[in-house]
């Protein structure tokens, strides 16, 4: 098995497991967009390996794979930038709820008295 076809199979099992994953509701559809997007780009870079090379040479990047750590870094941050807004607006939801339900309880307090 040549290095090409098994970047092609791994590339495309990938894919499949994240449309499985989005299927099942494992994974919600603000996280799949990214992951799709890479699973698409690991299939398309890994079935036509001269195109990273093209890439590489029009930013003016001297190896390919120099240019392949860059866009996972980016495919990473971008990750980590969705999770921590996740985790604001989560975080802001508790307090807010939490807010309302000390106010009833105040009020049930102040009712009983």
């Not at 990214?34 to 870079?45: D, F, R, S, T």
């Not at 794979?65 to 392949?68: G, R, T």
């Given at each position: ?6 970047a092609?199979?791994?590339a ?10 989005l ?5 919600p559809?603000?996280?799949?967009v ?16 001269g195109?990273?090379?093209a890439?590489?040479?029009f930013f003016?990047?001297?190896?390919s794979?120099?240019?392949?750590f860059?866009?996972a ?6 990750l ?13 939801e508790?307090r ?15 009712a009983?008295?």
């Open positions: 098995m040549t290095p090409q076809i098994l092609i199979a791994m495309i099992v990938l894919l499949v497991v994240v449309i499985l994953l299927r099942s509701y494992v994974l559809e603000k996280y799949a990214v992951w799709l997007g890479a699973a698409a780009a690991a299939i398309v870079l890994s079935a036509w390996p195109l990273l090379d890439i590489a040479r003016g990047i001297a190896s794979i120099n240019l392949l860059v866009g870094f980016f495919v990473v941050f971008l980590l930038m969705q999770i921590s807004l996740e985790l604001a607006r989560t975080r802001d508790l807010k709820a939490l807010q309302k339900l000390a106010l009833e309880l105040e009020k049930k307090k102040d009983d008295d």
